[in-house]
């Protein structure tokens, strides 16, 4: 069945460039979604379709694609950014939504 | 603006059942695919189950063998997951999800605990 393999853990400066990936077999192929899960929370969509944001989302928060790779970039850091950050896709051959493990996000 | 709200979770003996439901508004329900997905103590996000927006498709993850059952009620603007056979490993908050063209999660409910223990 499809994985998505994402790194347990992060740490980035305030004020640095966080990259969080989500890495799958021909993931280009697949639309790729970005959460955010700060801690007591449900999940909140940041990134969807790989580069889109939703409304209200900042523009520090951006999606892209190479190769197996799909990668998160948060920029100029904040602490209130620190939290769990999980990819998923929709897997049309086996028609089951996946989740990657999810990356928590540590602002030092 | 756009509301789920879940219901129906608490403390249940291994081998039973439980039924959740979700009350949906602020949006046209029955325009919208819905899912259940849920999240272990401590555990990441686990997807359950798909529901299209008319309820004549159906998708389970294919961990959980049938247990588990989506349906919806367009009239009643309501979601819900009969739940059967529950386990120790079951145990979890259950989140309603509605869900976006390309099958993104854009709202989410605040989730009910299920705990599942004798």
């Known amino acids: 069945s499809y994985v998505l393999t994402q790194p347990p853990s992060v740490s980035v400066a305030p004020g640095q460039t966080a990259r969080i990936t989500c890495g799958g077999n021909n993931i280009g192929s697949k639309s790729v979604h970005w959460y955010q899960q700060r801690p007591g929370q449900a999940p909140v969509l940041v990134v969807h379709?790989?580069?889109d944001r939703p409304a209200g989302i900042p523009e520090r928060f951006s999606g892209s694609i190479s190769g197996n790779m799909a990668t998160l970039t948060i920029s100029r850091v904040e602490a209130g950014d620190e939290a769990d950050y999980y990819c998923q896709v929709w897997d049309r051959l086996s028609d089951q939504m996946l989740f990657g493990g999810g990356t928590k996000l540590t602002v030092l | 603006q756009v509301q789920l709200v879940e219901s129906g979770g608490g403390l249940v003996k291994p081998g039973g059942s439980l039924r959740l439901s979700c009350a949906a508004s602020?949006?046209?329900?029955?325009?919208?695919?819905m899912s259940w997905i849920r999240q272990a103590p401590g555990k990441g996000l686990q997807w359950v189950s798909f529901?299209?927006?008319?309820?004549?498709?159906?998708y389970n993850a294919d961990s959980l063998k049938g247990r588990f059952t989506i349906s919806r009620d367009n009239a009643k603007n309501s979601l819900y997951l009969e739940m059967d056979s529950l386990r120790a490993e079951d145990t979890a908050v259950y989140y309603c999800a509605r869900l976006k063209v390309g099958y993104g999660v854009g709202h989410w409910g605040q989730g009910t605990l299920v705990t599942v223990s004798s």
């Open positions: 529901i299209s927006s008319s309820g004549s498709t159906i």
């Open positions: 379709d790989d580069s």
């Open positions: 602020g949006f046209t329900f029955s325009d919208y695919y």
